[in-house]
């Protein structure tokens, strides 16, 4: 028997951060759009835990129970006494230490695909309620479609799409620590009043309505100047994509990964060549929004040998 769940990664259109709590961690408005690129987890019955993964960023990619897919697991055997013996197998194709969501869509994914195989039946609640202990973005990898994220980001409210937005993402010739961006930002705001962190009405009216122009205008990235601080080249990428017409070009969460927002697959296309011919980063992707979250796409007896 294995189990396959495919998962998305993410972009942040708004990300409001507020002052650093006394826990360490920041208040967030997070409005999350899960986009089109996708890691695939399966997991198999084995001896005990065990993790492989392939893809360009796999050597990054830690294979011990650090691991976030290794901890969803975890996780959920412990709720029902059971050992979590599993092969858990990641297909990467999200960047890693990309700032979209990369480990956290394994988790996610980890997490559903071990509940399918081993008839635990958690709950939606449940689900998300471990999520929401593996990692501040892991509840979005499991529900995707957009949402907006309060508290640290990981109680969510479902929002409404109006059509499909088109992304081109430039990723990084190295990665950023999301600990360290965020410790970037409090520097940056010392001594600042920094308000209390809110949805923007004209980006959550723009998602509703589908209109790009009405998106790009609102798009927004309290952590940009933190992640431009500890990356200054990322500076090029996004003047790159603004002159190849791109309608918005920001920092994908922490970074480093860079998204431009652009009208049409056609506009798609041309703002990734001009990006990959800018020489300013490593790889250039497509991609649309809004993608589904965590699903379960194969469920079968293992083969017989
Ligand atoms: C930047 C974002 O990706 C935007 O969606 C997220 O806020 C980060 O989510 P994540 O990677 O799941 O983060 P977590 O694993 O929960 O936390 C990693 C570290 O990021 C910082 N962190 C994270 C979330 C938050 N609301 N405030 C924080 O200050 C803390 O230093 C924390 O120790
Ligand atoms: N399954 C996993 N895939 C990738 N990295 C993982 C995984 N589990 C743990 N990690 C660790 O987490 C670090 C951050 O990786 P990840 O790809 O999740 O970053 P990210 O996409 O920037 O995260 P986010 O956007 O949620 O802030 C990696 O450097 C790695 O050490």
């Known amino acids: 028997m294995s189990v396959t769940v495919r998962v998305p990664a993410k972009v942040n259109v708004q990300l409001a951060v507020g002052a650093a709590r006394p ?8 409005v999350f759009l899960a986009v089109g690129l996708h890691d695939e987890v399966t ?3 084995a001896d005990e835990l065990r993790i492989t993964c392939e893809g360009p960023d796999a050597g990054q990619v830690p294979l011990d ?3 976030l897919a290794a901890r969803a697991a975890i996780a959920l055997a412990e709720r029902r006494g059971i050992e979590p013996n599993v092969h858990i197998h990641i297909a990467k194709d999200i960047p890693v230490a990309g700032g979209m969501a990369g480990g956290s869509a394994d988790g996610a994914g980890a997490l559903l695909a071990c509940d399918t195989l081993w008839g635990t039946a958690a709950s939606r609640a449940e ?3 471990i999520c ?5 973005d892991v509840p979005f990898s499991l529900v995707g479609g957009a ?3 309060v508290g640290r980001g990981e109680r969510l409210t479902a929002l409404e799409t109006g059509g499909t937005f088109h992304w081109v993402f430039a990723m990084a010739e190295r990665g950023l620590s999301t600990p360290a961006v965020f410790r970037e930002f409090d520097r940056l705001a010392e001594g600042r009043d920094i308000p209390e962190p809110a949805a923007s009405q004209e980006l959550l009216d723009a998602l509703a309505k589908g209109d790009p122009d009405a998106l790009a205008a609102a798009v927004s990235n ?4 933190a992640a431009l601080s500890l990356f200054p080249e990322l500076s090029d990428t996004l003047a790159a994509g603004r002159a190849a017409g791109a309608l918005a ?3 994908s969460g922490s970074g480093p990964t860079t998204a431009f927002l652009v009208r049409d697959p056609e506009s798609a296309a041309k703002t990734a060549d001009a990006l990959r011919a800018s020489g300013t980063c490593r790889t250039v992707r497509t991609a649309t929004a809004p993608a589904p979250g965590a699903t379960v796409t194969h469920h079968a007896p293992r083969a017989e040998w």
């Not at 929401?132 to 501040?136: K, N, P, Q, V």
Request: proline content about 6%.
């Open 249 to 251: 070009a920001l920092v």
């Open 43 to 45: 997991v198999t019955p």
């Open 65 to 67: 129970r650090t691991n």
């Open 132 to 136: 929401a202990e593996l990692g501040s």
């Open 23 to 30: 826990d360490g961690f920041h208040d967030l408005a997070n």
């Open 127 to 129: 689900l998300l309620a």
């Open 222 to 225: 309290d952590l940009q100047p």
């Open 147 to 149: 949402a907006l994220g």
